[in-house]
């Protein structure tokens, strides 16, 4: 088991920046394999950036929010971050933090939270 727990959403206003936090925890090999997702009203749930699993980690990120979202990693805390800046209000979604290592069998989301982008 795989426990994911994602903080630091909130509201801001547009060209602000925020931080999410991903803390990872239980049966977790490496942070290969992390990622973030977002799901705003109405629009299915979308990859924003992930680790990958194989490799030295290449780190990939939709199209939307390349430039100026960036997501980082501290091994040592098993945690992963996202770090948002010239945030939209486009941007505004649920963000998720996600576990997949389809090797392991393993699939594991957090339960999301809400970054509001409005002024």
């Known amino acids: 088991q795989v426990q994911l727990v994602e903080s630091g959403g909130g509201l801001v206003q547009p060209g602000g920046s925020l931080r999410l936090s991903c803390a990872a925890s239980?049966?977790?090999?490496?942070?290969?394999?992390m990622g973030w997702y977002r799901q705003a009203p109405g629009k299915q749930r979308e990859l924003v950036a992930r680790i990958a699993v194989l490799g030295s980690g290449l780190i990939v990120y939709d199209d939307s929010v390349k430039g100026r979202f960036t997501i980082s990693r501290d091994n040592a805390k098993n945690t992963v971050y996202l770090q948002m800046n010239s945030l939209k209000p486009e941007d505004t979604a649920v963000y998720y933090c996600?576990?997949?290592?389809?090797?392991?069998?393993?699939?594991?989301w957090g339960k999301g939270t809400l970054v509001t982008v409005s002024s």
């Open positions: 239980g049966s977790i090999f490496s942070l290969n394999g």
């Open positions: 996600r576990y997949y290592l389809p090797i392991r069998d393993m699939d594991y």
